[in-house]
């Protein structure tokens, strides 16, 4: 865990849930207990559709809701897709972008991640940024590379508010492999310092999560990792007692 930055622990439902799993919401925020939610941040990140329902159940309440991604313009002829002001406007706080799944399923680029983030800022919600290389940029020696050129080009290059980035190895998403804690270590300590390197104080305010596979059996030992602070949990967070599990490992 880095310094004194308050973990965070995300929960990113993807495409699963339905009106039923409100219960999961429920569940979640009565074991939030005030002693948990004195030492880590909560958010869940369900489907576009249950954002209204879970924003309305969960205020009042510690935990915050996100959605997985967002479109970078205010409104328009966009098809399908749903903008960051839609989202807070759901009672929504943050938005994912950038998720591997939306980079190679959706073709998008670190220029359309970077327009996102700033259209998360624009409507008021926290953008938690995702990188992470694949398992062949992995095995040619080019994590490091890949890494920080997602950061500096999906990184806005002022940051007018906070941003939370997400380090995701590709090939530990759901997958349950994971990286050593060396290898964690070794990322987000380079992530660390280029954040420094270009943002100076604010670059080390800024909490660096990671993601793939993480489950209440390695969430400790991931989140001891320096500049670690917090996880994004796909699978498990589909489970309350699984997703608090993690929390507590994560502040432990
Ligand atoms: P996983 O997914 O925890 O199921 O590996 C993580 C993610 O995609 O954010």
Redesign the pocket.
């Known amino acids: 865990m880095a310094g004194n930055l308050r973990p965070l622990v995300a929960g990113?439902w993807?495409m699963n849930g339905l009106k039923a799993s409100t219960e999961v919401l429920r569940a979640i925020i009565n074991d939030y207990d005030a002693a948990l939610a004195g030492r880590v941040d909560l958010l869940v990140c369900p489907p576009a559709t249950l954002l209204t329902a879970f924003a309305d159940l969960a205020q009042g309440h510690r935990v915050a809701i996100g959605a997985q991604d967002c479109h970078s313009e205010l409104a328009g002829a966009f098809t399908g897709d749903i903008s960051a002001e839609m989202i807070a406007d759901a009672g929504a706080a943050a938005v994912i972008v950038g998720?591997?799944?939306r980079r190679a399923g959706h073709g998008e680029s670190d220029a359309d991640i970077c327009a996102k983030a700033k259209a998360a800022w624009r409507a008021g919600l926290l953008p938690i940024v995702c990188v992470g290389e694949t398992r062949a940029q992995r095995d040619a020696g080019q994590t490091l590379a890949v890494v920080e050129r997602q950061v500096a080009q999906s990184v806005p290059d002022t940051l007018p508010a906070d941003v939370v980035i997400?380090y995701?190895p590709v090939w530990?998403?759901?997958?349950g492999l994971t990286p050593t804690t060396g290898d964690v270590a070794e990322v987000h300590g380079a992530i660390r310092r280029q954040l420094v390197a270009r943002y100076g104080g604010q670059g080390e305010s800024i909490r660096l999560l990671y993601?793939?596979?993480?489950k209440p059996s390695n969430a400790a030992e991931l989140m001891a990792v320096e500049h670690v602070n917090g996880a994004?949990?796909?699978?498990?967070?589909l489970f309350a007692a699984d997703f608090l599990a993690i929390a507590r490992g994560c502040c432990g």
């Open positions: 990113n993807k998720h591997s799944e997400a995701e530990a998403i759901g997958t993601g793939g596979s993480v994004l949990v796909g699978g498990a967070s």
